[in-house]
């Protein structure tokens, strides 16, 4: 299966450093203490919704529906789907306007029962014209030749909590993968179906985010040494994002069974029957 990554190698892949920036947040997983040049709180967190979006062809338009998750970094931002991933900057006009400046990766190859996926630079770009509608909802829409949606999104905020290495432990799965983490951060996975493999570390970066130094190979694309970010979502999924020599990576792992607690209780208060049974006076 390959040899696990050396003390070296991973040094090698800190020296590398990361093209996604440090969190300044020190707030929950929507809120921001920090502030733009202007002025105005950074946008920060997971926001999970859908895309409407309607493709352009010489023939027909095709309408589709794609689950979407937007995560704000700092003055980057990436949007997640099954189809493509975009990454890119943003900027707001103080009254909850916010533009959206992507560049478009396109998936050849999407593995949706893994959630595992891969995409290309195409060269293209998309602007999205979105408005934050209340503090935790966030609407946008988009038209050029090719395509036009509509997006509807709201924050994240079961996210909102100390990811620490210890919650990490354990093996994290998908439909044909594992992924053993040990209280080091260290991780080590590998796909059951095929060849691909992928080892590294995670450590603490802010209260919601971990840096990720990952090295993968014998997959079908996004080989070697790179660095990124992990997150996990309100319901306690792992995703890993790295951006690298006009490459995206995006993987998302279930987490360990029993590695959250069921908050859920049963009433057991007794509810038998007590009429009163006293005789009426005659």
């Not at 792992?238 to 029993?258: A, K």
């Not at 509810?271 to 049974?277: G, K, S, Y």
Request: charged share 20%.
């Amino acid at each position: 299966m390959g040899r696990f990554v050396t003390p070296i190698m991973l040094t090698i892949i800190l020296m590398l450093g990361g093209c996604l920036p440090e969190e300044s947040s020190s707030g929950g997983s929507g809120s921001s203490n920090t502030t733009d040049d202007n002025g105005i709180p950074v946008l920060a967190g997971l926001w999970v919704g859908t895309t409407d979006e309607t493709l352009a062809s010489s023939t027909t338009a095709t309408a589709q529906e794609l689950d979407t998750h937007i995560f704000f970094l700092d003055t980057q931002v990436f949007l997640l789907r099954e189809d493509q991933a975009l990454s890119g900057t943003y900027v707001q006009d103080g009254l909850g306007g916010v533009v959206l400046e992507l560049n478009v990766f396109e998936y050849a190859e999407p593995d949706t029962d893994n959630l595992f996926f891969v995409g290309s630079d195409s060269n293209s770009t998309l602007t999205i014209n979105a408005l934050l509608a209340t503090e935790v909802n966030m609407v946008g829409s988009y038209a050029n030749s090719q395509r036009d949606g509509e997006i509807n999104v709201v924050l994240d905020e079961d996210r909102d909590r100390d990811v620490q290495l210890k919650d990490l432990i354990g093996t994290w799965t998908t439909t044909d993968s594992e992924t053993y983490f040990n209280s080091e951060g260290r991780f080590l996975g590998y796909d059951t179906s095929n060849s691909c493999r992928w080892e590294g570390r995670v450590t603490s970066q802010s209260a919601q985010i971990l840096s990720l130094e990952i090295q993968r190979e014998n997959c079908d694309a996004f080989n070697d040494a790179a660095t990124g970010i992990a997150i996990t979502d309100g319901e306690g999924s792992l995703h890993f994002i790295s951006e690298r020599e006009r490459e995206f990576l995006w993987m998302r792992f279930e987490p360990p069974t029993g590695s959250t607690t069921d908050s859920t209780t049963t009433d057991t208060t007794d509810t038998t029957d007590t009429t009163d049974t006293t005789d009426e006076a005659t």
